[in-house]
């Protein structure tokens, strides 16, 4: 991105649980949805359709199924990270929505990543996270796993996050 003759440097987080992330969940509902629906034949029930984010993202996609439940049926989070920003408006429709219609996968590793110095623990961020589900009456699956962190062991457990969105019956 370029502006005025010098180059901005694109700060992905703000999309991903900071303060762009409104503006990021609406194009997905609104813009990349419609785009995949004309090119694909989709199912149109959102309880067909599911939005998953991994550490920052995690917040993005749980906002997501929040504000477009009509788009997204089911939301899957692994490791979240809830120090961008946006974390406080996500808790505060959790909050007000409890009961609601859309389903949650959450896992996280015990051992997830962490800093002391700077005071973020993903672990601990999920662990609030999950709470805060299981008091909103939501329908949530998942847990704290002993599994690698990362791409690793979020990919290990891809199976169990699609069977707790879209059981077979």
Not at 16 to 31: H, K, N, S
Not at 106 to 134: F, K
């Amino acid at each position: 991105m370029e502006r005025a003759g010098r180059v901005v440097l694109w700060q992905w987080w703000t999309e991903g649980g900071g303060g762009r992330t409104g503006d990021y969940v609406r194009m997905q509902a609104t813009e990349l949805v419609p785009m995949l629906e004309q090119r694909y034949r989709l199912q149109s029930e959102a309880g067909a359709r599911g939005v998953m984010g991994n550490r920052f993202f995690a917040i993005s996609a749980a906002d997501a199924a929040l504000e477009h439940p009509d788009v997204f049926g089911h939301v899957a989070m692994q490791s979240a990270f809830t120090g961008l920003g946006a974390e406080h408006a996500v808790f505060a429709k959790l909050r007000e929505r409890a009961g609601s219609s859309v389903g949650f996968y959450l896992d996280w590793n015990r051992y997830d990543e962490r800093n002391i110095d700077r005071g973020w623990d993903s672990a601990a961020d999920s662990r609030e996270l999950a709470a805060l589900l299981q008091d909103g009456g939501y329908r949530a699956e998942g847990g704290e796993v002993l599994d690698s962190y990362g791409w690793g062991g979020w990919r290990n457990r891809t199976d169990r996050m699609l069977q707790a969105m879209f059981p077979v019956e």
